[in-house]
Structures are given as structure tokens and as C-alpha cells.
């Protein structure tokens, strides 16, 4: 069974920084794409970033470009994100997802088939 569990969330002051992290288990990720979204109350679901399987390619939303990093180790079947700088609109409960095949787009809700059950991101102001 494909599990992803995601951890590091919590409160933080603007200007602030938090580092998430994804433990993947279940089955191996090869050549898999794996992102982060975020959903903030009343919104819906988000992208946040993207990763390819060897991390030389990402993807980054406009509003987290230059303040969040992704990165994955694929030995311990990791997925990180460092986020800096950050700001109340950043607050959300952020889940990690991952595909096999992307259809419409690395950025795109329906292409992700494996989530987490995300962790809440408050920053305060």
C-alpha cells in the first residue's frame, strides 16, 4: 500500500522559515514526478512546486518562486520542501503527491494519483 506521510508544519512568524519533509513507502518512486500543493480554507487546492525524478528538472508556482526550494533524495525516498520568507498568504495545509505519468501538466491536481494527508502551515503576522 502506497503511503505518503508528510511532517514539519506548524506556526511560524512572517519572515520565518520551515522545511517539510514526505516519507514515501509502499512501493518504489522511479521515474516518478513528485509535487507539493497547498489548500488554504475556502480555496481550492493549489500547486506549490514539482520535482522529476533525478531533480534536475522543477517547477515553482509564481508566488513561491525564489523563497521555496523542492528536492527529493530517492534513496531514502524522501521529498523536501524548504520554504523561506514566508508570508500569512502562505498559510495552508500543504500535501505531497506523487505520478507516474503526467498527462496535462506537472502543475495539474488531477495528474497526481498518490497523496498525503497534508500538514498545516500557519504564519502569522
Known amino acids: 500500500q502506497v503511503q505518503l506521510v508528510e511532517s514539519g508544519g506548524g506556526l511560524v512568524q512572517a519572515g520565518g522559515s520551515l522545511r517539510l519533509s514526505c516519507a514515501a513507502s509502499?512501493?518504489?518512486?522511479?521515474?516518478?514526478?513528485m509535487g507539493w500543493f497547498r489548500q488554504a480554507p475556502g480555496k481550492e487546492r493549489e500547486f506549490v512546486a514539482a520535482?522529476?525524478?533525478?531533480?534536475?528538472?522543477?517547477i515553482y508556482a509564481d508566488s513561491v518562486k525564489g523563497r521555496f526550494t523542492i528536492s527529493r533524495d530517492n534513496a531514502k525516498n524522501m521529498l523536501y520542501l524548504q520554504m523561506n520568507s514566508l508570508n500569512p498568504e502562505d498559510t495552508a495545509v500543504y500535501y505531497c503527491?506523487?505520478?507516474?505519468?503526467?498527462?496535462?501538466?506537472?502543475?495539474?491536481?488531477?495528474?497526481?494519483?498518490?497523496w498525503g494527508q497534508g500538514t498545516q502551515v500557519t504564519v502569522s503576522s
Open positions: 503527491a506523487a505520478t507516474e505519468r503526467v498527462v496535462m501538466g506537472w502543475d495539474k491536481v488531477p495528474d497526481y494519483n498518490y
Open positions: 509502499g512501493r518504489t518512486f522511479r521515474g516518478y514526478v
Open positions: 520535482v522529476g525524478w533525478t531533480s534536475g528538472m522543477t
